[in-house]
């Protein structure tokens, strides 16, 4: 563990690992929200953050840059099955 950083070692890691998912940590050094597109479109199926707000708008940006009819389910009057 580096000196500062909290432990990898939490159920939900543990529960990801356990199922055969990557688990990358990332300290943000740059644009959060760059990093997490990077790793979406290395075909990261999700992440866990302290910063969920980030990584949803990553996520989103995402969505619509490979199906930009998901914007539709942004802007729809009437819900809608979008995933």
Do not use: K, W
């Given at each position: ?21 990557r ?9 959060p ?47 809608r099955?979008?995933?």
């Amino acid at each position: 563990m580096l000196e500062g950083l909290p432990s990898t070692s939490s159920a939900q890691v543990s529960e990801a690992t356990s199922a055969g998912r990557r688990v990358s940590r990332n300290c943000h050094g740059g644009n959060p929200v760059n990093e997490y597109l990077q790793f979406f479109r290395l075909g990261i199926d999700g992440v866990f953050s302290d910063f969920t707000d980030t990584a949803v708008a990553a996520r989103v940006l995402y969505r619509l840059e490979t199906d930009p009819s998901y914007a539709e389910c942004l802007t729809a009057q009437e819900r809608r099955d979008c995933d």
